[in-house]
């Protein structure tokens, strides 16, 4: 199984963050990233326009034939992953969406704000994950340029998230709805720092434990199918303690 790869696809360079993890756990496998750069952002596409991206780049990514996909976008996972799964029934793939149940679990009360595009705010999947997993005091801030921002990497980054998060004052807990959000750590930990004085920078990486615990289920059981609908990630975390 080692030959195959583990395919990555994100709509540029936001889940490189999530395959230095990968890689680092696991570094005899093999791997192909595919960054969509072309189509960024993701988050004001409607969802049949993105569905026939992502599966245009299934299609491209299966002529490798991998071992698993890592869809390493929030957008893509909480709209039309879903839907990816039901036509390829057989190539087993892992998704990200942003870490509502670790607020829920871990953080209930405290005054948080999840950064996310338009697009996964208003996914069905997202809002599922709501209902799910609600709290009080969690709001949600679109932040729909910030990717395609960082993936130019423009001088404008902090000024557009102080213009933003400038209303949410006494912030404790920040979610990071976007892979690429984790490149701009040091912005958001100053940004953050303004917001609340005692704020902490935290890193959750549950979807790298995910891939590295499905691959070791792979390599031990290959001719057993493995069901990992439910193995979908929580992401980084920026918190207050």
């Known amino acids: 199984m080692k030959e195959r790869p583990i395919a990555f696809l ?4 936001g889940g490189v963050s999530i395959l230095k993890v990968v890689k680092h756990y696991l ?9 969509d750069a072309k189509n960024n952002p993701y988050g004001t596409k409607t969802k049949e326009e993105l569905f026939q991206i992502i599966d245009h780049h299934v299609q491209d990514l299966l002529t490798y034939h991998p071992k698993l996909i890592v869809v390493a976008c929030n957008t893509a996972t ?6 990816i799964r039901e ?22 009360d405290s005054k948080t704000i999840v950064l996310a595009t338009k697009g996964t705010e208003y996914s069905e999947r997202f809002q599922e994950l709501c209902n799910l997993y609600q ?9 729909d340029e910030l990717a395609s921002m960082i993936e130019q ?21 920040v979610v990071l709805g ?3 959000f984790a490149f701009i750590e040091k912005e958001i930990k100053y940004i953050g720092s303004q917001l609340s004085p005692h704020w902490i920078y935290k890193n959750f990486h549950i979807l790298g434990d995910a891939i590295v ?17 439910d193995v979908i990630t929580d992401s980084p975390i920026y918190s207050k303690k």
């Open 178 to 180: 976007c892979t690429h």
């Open 27 to 35: 570094p005899n496998e093999n791997y192909i990233y595919l960054a």
């Open 213 to 229: 615990s499905f691959i070791g289920e792979m390599d031990v059981k290959i001719t057993e199918m493995v069901d990992i609908e």
């Open 78 to 83: 909480t709209m039309v992953l879903g839907k």
């Open 135 to 143: 709290t009080k005091n969690t709001q949600v801030v679109e932040v």
């Open 87 to 108: 036509k390829y029934k057989n190539i087993p793939f892992i998704g990200t969406e942003p870490a509502l149940k670790v607020i829920h679990d871990h953080y209930p």
């Open 153 to 173: 990497n423009s001088p404008q980054i902090e000024e557009y998230l102080k213009e933003k998060l400038a209303p949410f004052k006494g912030t404790e807990v």
């Open 10 to 13: 994100d709509s540029g360079i």
